[in-house]
Structure formats: C-alpha cells, structure tokens
C-alpha cells in the first residue's frame, strides 16, 4: 500500500491544490427506498500524494503489473441482512445473490470487487412500503463526479469509477451498491420446483437491481412536482435544503453517466444529444447564481425560456421511441429505446429502463421495468431465444459506461477532474432566439428527489 495524505472536501469548496477535485461533491445514496435521505459525502476528496512520493513513482510508470481481472465468483462481495426470521428463506436468497453475482462477473471483467450492501426484508414493515408492488429497489451507494472527454463532469457510480483504477485513488465510501428486496414478495428461488403462477423468479430480480447499481441509471427526472412538469437532469443543488424560503446557488443540474449516451429521437432521423438539453436548461441562470430563496430559484425557473425545453421533454419522456441510449459505435438503427411508454410518468420507472415494447420479448428483456410473473430465468431466456440474462444491447451499454469485457478490454475511461478543468464557463450558455411567453406552471420542490430504480410486480398492457 502507497501512503498517502487524504484530504477530506466539503461542499463547493474551491481552493486550488493540484490533483483535488474543486467544485465537485460525491453523494451518498444510504437508503434507495427513501432517497430524501441523499446526503452529501462527508469525504470526497482524492488520496493526494506528496511531490517526493510523485518523483519517486516516475520511474516505475514502465514496470506497472498488469492489471487481471478478477474471478467470477470473487467479483461481488455481498453484505447480506437478512430482515425475515426464516433462515432457509434467508440462506436461499443469499444463494441467489451470489449467483447473480456471478452471472454478471461472466460478462463484464472487473478488477475491483463490488460491494453490496444488500437487505432482504419485509417492505411494508421495515420501509412503510405496503402495496406490494416493488419487488426490489436500487442504486448506487456512492457517485464520484469525474470529467469525461467532452469535458463535462458527470456523478459516476462509485462500481464503475473502481473500475478506472483512478490515481490518485478516490476516498471510497464502504459500499457500491444499495439494494433492498422485498421479502413479503411471493418469490422463486433455484431448486423450488416448478415456479408459481404467480411467483417470480428471485435471481432475475437481483440482476435487474445490480444493473441499475452498476450504472443503469439516469439521472433525467421529474424532480418538481407530483405531475409531470418539467424533466431535468438532477438538481443537486438542492439537496442540503429543507425549506422553500431558505437561500440557494444555482450550480447547475447535474448528469449521470449514462446520460453522456442518452440521445433524444423527438425529430426522427437527426437525434440529438440529451447533453445539449442539460447545457440549455442550465443556462437559464448563470452558474454560480445566488438567488434569495429556493422560490426565487424556482420561480425564475418556471418563468424562463429554457423551462420550455424541459417542459417538452416531459412530454418525450411520456412517448414511445424519443428517448435512447446510443452504444459506443452504434449506428442509429442499433439506439438502445428507453422506457417513454408510460403516462403518466412514473419516477423509477420511465427513462432509466429500456424500452417495455421493443425488449419484452427480446433477448434484451433484463432491463424493463416490470418482471415477469410465472416464468424462471431460464423460461424467460428460451422464450425470448436469448443466451445469457445479460443480453447484446445491455452488454453494449454495459461496455460503453465503461465496463471491460472479453471483446472490448479497453474501455473508454473518465478522468479524475481538476480545478483547471472545473469551471463554469465550460458550459455554453445557450442564446435564445425567439421569446416565447412564461409559462405559468409554479413549481415547487418536495425534497424527496428520488434517484431509485424499482422493479414493479404489475404488468401494464399496451
Ligand atoms: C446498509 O444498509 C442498511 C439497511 O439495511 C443500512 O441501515 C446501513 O446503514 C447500510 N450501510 C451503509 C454503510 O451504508
Ligand atoms: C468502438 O470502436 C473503437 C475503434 O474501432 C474500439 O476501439 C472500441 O472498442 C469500440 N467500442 C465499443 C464499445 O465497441
Ligand atoms: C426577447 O426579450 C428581451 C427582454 O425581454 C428583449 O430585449 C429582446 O429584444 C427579445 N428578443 C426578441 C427576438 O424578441
Ligand atoms: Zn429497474
């Protein structure tokens, strides 16, 4: 082990020392059914060397080992709580985690474990959660903002940013991924017999849920209302705040990511990346802004001519085919659609799931965001005529956030951003060319931004 000073970062802190990350806050999600409770990391700072430990490693850059990547069934390092008394139930399902553990450890090459704090229990006790719709929730425990190559600085989950064996190395928080599964839910373990009508396959969860985890996830969202009013990327700035009337900076709303992939195909033919979407609402105030109370914030908002575009893409996001994720490479017959089909919007549902019309029955079924009562994995990969759970389109998805596999061992890989790198006017500000009239929609923050990925028990016909 290199010893190294750390040093801790505190929110907007801006002094310049080489090699922290300046303007730029991690976030820690504890509890992915009660995302309200989205805090701030109280360390998100980069292990920083010394000079003389920076001379001295000069030398050695040539004799590097060579990274290997790690065993299937050491890949996923499980923090199970089992929340039921009954221990066959328990160790059931903690089988099955490994097992998904090991499925996706068989298609993407990690050379970092990643931690999951999992919890198996009863929702509607534990989490006031009694409808008995979400079978399982998750996130990423952590996300680390890193600067990609188009010099944007996006919240990585912390799984993937392991994986970029960034040196200096982050300050890492003890988990990658929360995930809670409902154990009140009439579930299917390997070994049962002949699943239930009714039942579903428990192993197909937890895969669907450690994707979402691993990086399935947008942060594109209906943030301001309980209708669907306006879709933005997530407005992270006001995460500390409590009440409406207190004052806020406007630092801008912050992508995922995925969302560096994510394209809108509103204008068929000419997609558009959702990225040019972020710089045009961002730019309704200046970044840095100080507005007198998350209101003001608000109401300038409402009141601006790029609240227009967010408005419009609320509506995107509630129809089909104008949302997708295009793959490294991909060519625009090979967009990966998103979940646009649902309306009203469901936050956790729409956008950060692929596509219910085109994948149910597809190869790709893994990632929609309902499962599919009655049917093992296994009768689900034969009846969609697919090889393994993790399918082509998701690989390739997988392959492009940054995760290596067989056939594409070197991924594309973000960097550790730096004061230099960090400022403002990177991003465009976005002229208007015609003045339309304000719209009259007040918003309001609920402070319950929710940044979970569910998968729901019903199933919606179209
Ligand atoms: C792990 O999850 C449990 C919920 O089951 C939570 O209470 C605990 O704080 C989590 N641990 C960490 C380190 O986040
Ligand atoms: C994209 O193409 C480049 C150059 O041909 C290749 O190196 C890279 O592995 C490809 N990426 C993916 C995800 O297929
Ligand atoms: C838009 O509105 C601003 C301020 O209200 C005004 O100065 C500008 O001339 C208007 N532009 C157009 C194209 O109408
Ligand atoms: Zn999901």
Redesign the pocket.
């Known amino acids: 082990m290199k010893t190294s000073l750390s040093f801790i970062l505190f929110f907007l802190l801006t002094i310049s020392i080489d090699s922290i990350i300046v303007d730029a806050t991690c976030w820690e999600h504890p509890n992915p059914i009660k995302p309200f409770e989205k805090k701030i990391s109280s360390i998100c700072g980069l292990q920083k060397k010394t000079k003389d430990k920076l001379k001295a490693e000069v030398g050695k850059e040539s004799q590097k080992d060579e990274v290997h990547s790690l065993a299937a069934n050491e890949a996923f390092k499980f923090d199970f709580s089992c929340g039921v008394p009954d221990k066959a139930l328990c160790t059931k399902a903690e089988n099955a985690f490994k097992s998904a553990g090991e499925i996706i450890a068989n298609v993407i090459n990690l050379v970092t474990p990643v931690t999951v704090n999992a919890t198996f229990t009863d929702f509607c006790k534990a989490l006031n959660e009694c409808d008995g719709s979400i079978l399982g929730a998750a996130s990423a425990a952590r996300s680390i903002p890193l600067l990609d190559d188009d010099k944007v600085v996006r919240q990585y989950p912390q799984a993937l940013a392991k994986q970029f064996l960034l040196d200096p190395t982050p300050q890492w928080g003890p988990f990658d991924i929360q995930a809670f599964f409902n154990a009140q839910a009439d579930l299917f373990f390997k070994g049962d017999g002949v699943i239930k009508k009714n039942q579903f396959d428990f192993e197909y969860i937890i895969l669907h849920e450690l994707i979402h985890g691993l990086g399935f996830a947008s942060a594109w969202n209906n943030y301001f209302s309980e209708q669907p009013v306006a879709l933005t990327p997530d407005p992270n700035f006001l995460e500390m705040i409590t009440e409406l009337s207190q004052p806020v900076k406007f630092t801008g709303f912050e992508e995922n990511a995925f969302d560096k992939y994510m394209v809108n195909t509103r204008v068929k033919g000419t997609p558009k990346r959702m990225t040019e979407f972020t710089n045009e609402i961002n730019s309704f105030a200046e970044i840095g802004t100080d507005f007198p109370s998350v209101q003001a914030l608000l109401n300038a908002f409402g009141d601006s001519r790029q609240f227009q575009t967010s408005s419009q893409l609320i509506l995107d996001g509630q129809t089909p085919k104008t949302m997708a994720f295009q793959?490294?490479?991909a060519s625009l017959n090979d967009l990966v659609f998103l979940e646009t089909n649902l309306k009203p919007f469901r936050i956790g549902s729409s956008i950060s799931h692929m596509d219910i019309k085109t994948f149910d029955n597809d190869p790709d079924f893994l990632e929609v965001f309902n499962a599919k009562p009655g049917q093992t994995l296994d009768q689900v990969l034969k009846a969609t005529g697919g090889k393994a759970p993790i399918g082509p389109k998701l690989k390739?998805v997988l392959?492009?956030l940054g995760y290596a596999t067989n056939e594409?061992p070197?991924?594309y890989r973000p960097t550790l951003p730096s004061d230099s790198q960090v400022t403002p006017s990177q991003i465009p500000i976005w002229k208007s060319t015609n003045n339309q009239s304000s719209s009259a929609t007040s918003l309001t923050s609920s402070f319950n931004v929710l940044s979970l990925f569910v998968i729901v028990a019903f199933t919606l016909s179209f």
Do not use: A, D, I, Y
Request: no cysteine.
């Open positions: 793959p490294r490479n390739s392959e492009t594409n070197n991924p």
